[in-house]
């Protein structure tokens, strides 16, 4: 099995899934597009300012401890 991931966004990408449906030995599943916080929820992603302000602590008791 190989996937291919395709931005529909565009006329050309959107023909060849239209194409590619017409093939019997080709699945298209199209998947609903996520919400940044949605795909930023499922791998545990943080906002920058969090990120930052975390490392700057860190880095900051590293040195303490130092």
Not at 35 to 60: H, I, M, T, W
Request: negative net charge; charged residues 30%.
């Amino acid at each position: 099995m190989t996937t291919v991931f395709i931005d529909s966004a565009d006329a050309q990408a959107t023909s060849f899934v239209e194409f590619a449906r017409t093939l019997p030995f080709a699945t298209v599943v199209e998947e609903k597009k996520k919400s940044f916080e949605e795909a930023c929820a499922e791998c545990n992603g943080r906002p920058v300012n969090e990120f930052f302000d975390e490392l700057r602590y860190q880095v900051k008791e590293h040195f303490k401890n130092a």
